[in-house]
């Protein structure tokens, strides 16, 4: 990391896990454990969580996100939420285009766009997904892969409102499969998704931008993939629902 460049985070996705009591006594017990960290520290939750965490992480260092956000401001979109919504319940920021948003609910490159601006636009923070699958790996294409989504992802976003948003690098291969990308394969995307933006918005931005890795990070690996210039944090599934393992993530980021 270079944190003489750009900010430090490691952001946790809880999934579709935690009920509310939980939540509150996990954001509690992670707020005590990373009450030192020197770098940015975010719990993303499911969307009944987020009032109760955002209560139990008042007045720590962890912010609260969300784990998804619709582009329409209100209307028949049955089962979602707008922006307005997770601001007034405590969220700051938001997960937009997870890799298990985009293989299990339908969301393109297209789409994510829409939800990243009306995100912006509302005063969210955005963490912004993208990577390529295993047969893209395979294949030979991921610079191919990755150029593309950060372009297409990005389509329309000011360089002033791009200072609000994190890119999240993870192969969909190693998501929730006990794979890891090697430090040198992640140091790599990280390193062709911050071209991509230098070409689309300048050094100066791209040298200012946050990108994480978030394929499997744990307790394990962490140090060693934070290690490398372009990897700036880490989006953690399951070991975010486990404090202690949390913490030892948050620590590796010193």
């Known amino acids: 990391m270079n944190k003489a460049k750009r900010a430090a985070i490691i952001a946790g996705n809880w999934k579709m896990n935690m009920t509310p009591s939980a939540a509150k006594e996990a ?36 912010k609260i996100g969300a784990q998804n956000v619709h582009f329409k401001e209100s209307g028949a979109y049955t089962g979602e939420c707008s922006a307005a919504m997770l601001l007034e319940v405590g969220a700051e920021y938001v ?4 890799s298990e948003r985009r293989q299990y609910f339908g969301e393109t490159d297209e789409t994510v766009n829409l939800r990243t601006k009306a ?21 030979g294409i991921t610079a191919e892969i990755v ?11 000011s360089a002033e409102d791009l200072k609000n948003v994190i890119i999240a690098y993870e192969p969909v291969w190693a ?10 394969q ?15 918005y300048g050094q100066a931005a791209a040298d200012a931008m946050t990108i994480q890795y978030g394929g499997s990070m744990n307790d394990g690996n962490a140090k060693e993939l934070l290690s490398k210039e372009n990897v700036d944090g880490g989006l953690i599934g399951g070991a975010s629902l486990v404090p202690e393992k949390f913490a030892v993530i948050v620590s590796a980021a010193r």
């Open 27 to 62: 954001v509690a017990k992670t707020a005590e454990l990373v009450k030192d960290a020197d770098c940015g520290v975010v719990l993303c939750v499911p969307f009944v969580d987020i009032a109760v965490a955002a209560e139990a992480a008042k007045g720590t260092n962890v």
């Open 119 to 139: 995100a912006l636009a509302a005063g969210l923070k955005v963490i912004l997904c993208l990577g390529e699958v295993l047969e893209e790996r395979q294949a």
């Open 186 to 200: 992640a140091e790599e995307v990280c390193a062709i998704i911050r071209s991509v933006v230098a070409g689309l």
């Open 147 to 157: 150029s593309m989504q950060t372009k297409l992802d990005l389509a329309g976003i």
């Open 175 to 184: 998501i929730g499969t006990g794979l890891t990308a090697t430090p040198e």
């Open 95 to 98: 997960i937009i285009g997870h």
